[in-house]
């Protein structure tokens, strides 16, 4: 077929040019499509625009967004401060309890955190009806997102272990898996499978977005001053609990927001068969 066209004769050529031109004479030239809709389905994918409207949504509601990652981050310091100084590691019963309540803790807070900001960003920027607090530790499926949170950390942990390489791409992969419970009401695994699909056809802004302020997290938890006395109980407690409940806020905004836009930059024909 190439070769036909590439010998087509002269006076062809001459014929379609004729035609073309009485076309737009008359006005009947059919418009090429413009391929501006992906572009504009993939726009939100650019790191700074998904940060944009992180902070965006943290400044429209961040009064509410702090009334929770605060107290439950200053519960959660607390907690990991009484077993690391208070509880006798030779007593295993009791420590595991200990730690288990500590975990517990963390997780239930993690998970009402990103589920109040999941709900505040669909009501302010997707049309949901807005909840309160309330309305929202109920409607979570805490099952299901607590369990997520479990495999993926096991999972993670496990890829640290490995070579430190694997860690980071399994914590890039399922780092939407939350806010894909939330958003799409999809069970655990059906979830992990979705947040690999939406992260690896764009692992660049999912690293950038999601991985690096998750290790960033990581590490200012390490710079917590530890308590040796009870003099510095405050000053443990005011820095855990303020400083990374603000942190986990805004990782928690981020990662909502990430979320939406990795949906929203599907082709029409993927989000159709991915719904559900």
């Known amino acids: 077929m190439t070769l036909w066209y590439r010998l087509a004769s002269p006076r062809d050529a001459m014929l379609r040019g004729a035609m073309r031109l009485s076309e737009l004479i008359l006005g009947h ?6 391929e501006r809709q992906p572009q ?5 994918l650019r790191p700074g625009v998904i940060l944009a409207a992180a902070a965006r949504a ?9 009334a929770v990652a605060i107290p439950v981050s200053l519960l959660s310091a607390a907690a990991e401060m009484l077993v690391d100084h208070y509880v006798d590691p030779a007593d295993s019963v009791l420590s595991l309890t200990a730690s288990l309540s500590a975990t517990g803790i963390s997780l239930v807070g993690t998970v009402l955190l990103s589920g109040l900001v999941s709900r505040l960003i669909s009501a302010a920027e997707r049309g949901k009806a807005a909840m309160t607090l309330p309305q929202v530790a109920r409607s979570l499926p805490w099952g299901r997102l607590i369990a997520a949170d479990l495999l993926v950390s096991l999972a993670v942990l496990v890829g640290l272990v490995l070579l430190v390489i694997p860690g980071l791409v399994i914590l890039t992969l399922f780092a939407v898996v939350g806010p894909v ?32 302020p998750l290790a960033l997290a990581a590490e200012v938890e390490a710079l917590a001053p530890e308590p040796h006395h009870a003099a510095e109980i405050a000053e443990f407690l005011i820095f855990r609990g303020v400083a990374e409940g603000i942190v986990e806020a805004c990782i928690a905004l981020i ?6 836009a990795l949906i929203d930059a599907q082709p029409p024909a993927t989000a159709a068969s991915s719904g559900g």
């Open 29 to 34: 030239r059919r418009r090429e499509p413009r």
């Open 40 to 44: 504009r389905r993939t726009a939100r």
């Open 58 to 66: 943290g400044y429209r509601d961040w009064r509410r967004v702090l």
């Open 181 to 212: 419970i939330e958003i799409e009401h999809r069970k655990v695994f059906a979830a992990m499978r979705r947040s690999v699909r939406l992260t690896r056809a764009h692992p660049w802004t999912a690293l950038m977005v999601a991985t690096v």
């Open 255 to 260: 990662l909502v927001e990430l979320c939406f």
